[in-house]
Every structure is written in C-alpha cells, then in structure tokens.
C-alpha cells in the first residue's frame, strides 16, 4: 500500500510527466540499454525491490529501502521508474554518510533522498532519451519527493544531475520489472 505521503507526490510527479510520454525511437544505444539484465527481470516476473535484491550491486540501496520502510511501497503496483544507484556510489558519499542515514532518527531525511531517485511512471531509457533531444539537449523532470533532475547526454550515454549539482551516469538502462523500470547509476543523487 502507498503512503498517503507518497501516494500524493506520486500524483503530482504524474502531472508533469506528461513530456516523457513521447513516442518512443531513439537509437538503442543511446541509453546503454543491457538486454541481458532486462530479459532477467521479465521472466523471473520480480518487482523492483525484488530485481535490486537479485543484482549483487545494490546492497545499500536495499538496506536503505529497508530502512527507509518503503518496501512494500516499491513492490506495490506503481508503476515506478527508479535511478538505483550501485553500491560504489554510496561509498564514495562522504564517509559517514550512508551510517548516518541509516539511523532511525534519520528516516524522514532517508526517505527524502530515495524518493529523489523515484519517478512516477513507467520511462524508458527511448523516451527520457527523447525527451532530452527534443528539448535541446537537457530536460528537467521531477521525482516523487517533489524535487528536480535533469538528464542530459554525453555522448550516447544519459547523465542526470541532481539540486546539488552532482551529476551521475546511466551504466545501465531499462532493467524491466513487474511493477516499472529500474536505471543503474554510477551516483547517489542528493536532494536541495
């Protein structure tokens, strides 16, 4: 079940997706799409919480989701599209960071910061893709925590910076789960 919290960030995250729903054509390899990790996912029939348990690179972001009591939230019916970043980039958050947020008195902030990771909706890596071509090489878009992010491409390779100006990479691009589609960062994006 969706937190009303949640639940109405979600609704709000929907309203301005309506750019991302463009119709799908861009070159594959635009958006490092790995069709190995997306046929995985789609016949063991796994949500996202699920998928992320099963990669061996998501540990702490599971834990954090764990911490976080959002769970049942994200193996809920969304359908969500999630910037999961690997463990790599928590340890390179400064040190104490992931501890810090994984304190029970940090929940609210832990849950602000993994929502910032969350987009309402199915989007494939085609039509964030899309999104950015045609709106001159950046497009800004909200997560479910009510905060931007903007992709852009380097190359064929989508980049996202966060409020704080940090700017991660998609290693990996549209791993398919039940309940929407998870894109594989190289950074943890940090809210304003």
Do not use: C, W
């Not at 699920?50 to 990669?55: F, Q, W, Y």
């Not at 998501?58 to 769970?71: C, E, F, G, Q, Y």
């Amino acid at each position: 079940m969706i937190s009303p919290k949640l639940k109405a960030a979600s609704f709000a995250a929907m309203a301005t997706m309506g750019a991302f729903a463009l119709a799908a054509g861009a070159p594959a390899a635009a958006h490092n799409h790995s069709s190995h990790a997306g046929h995985g996912a789609e016949k063991s029939q796994k949500t996202i919480v699920g998928t992320a348990m099963g990669t061996g690179m998501h540990s702490t972001l599971v834990a954090a989701v764990k911490a976080a009591d959002l769970v049942d939230t994200l193996s809920g019916p969304g359908p969500f599209t999630v910037f999961a970043p690997v463990d790599s980039a928590f340890a390179a958050l400064p040190d104490g960071t992931v501890d810090t947020l994984l304190q029970p008195a940090q929940k609210g902030t832990l849950t602000k910061v993994l929502t910032y990771h969350v987009v309402a909706g199915r989007v494939p890596a085609t039509q964030l893709v899309q999104a950015i071509r045609k709106n001159g090489g950046s497009y800004a878009f909200d997560t479910v925590a009510g905060e931007k992010l903007t992709a852009r491409l380097d190359g064929e390779t989508v980049t996202i910076t966060d409020a704080a100006g940090r700017t991660s990479r998609v290693s990996m691009a549209d791993v398919k789960a039940t309940n929407g589609v998870i894109h594989v960062t190289d950074g943890v994006f940090l809210p304003a």
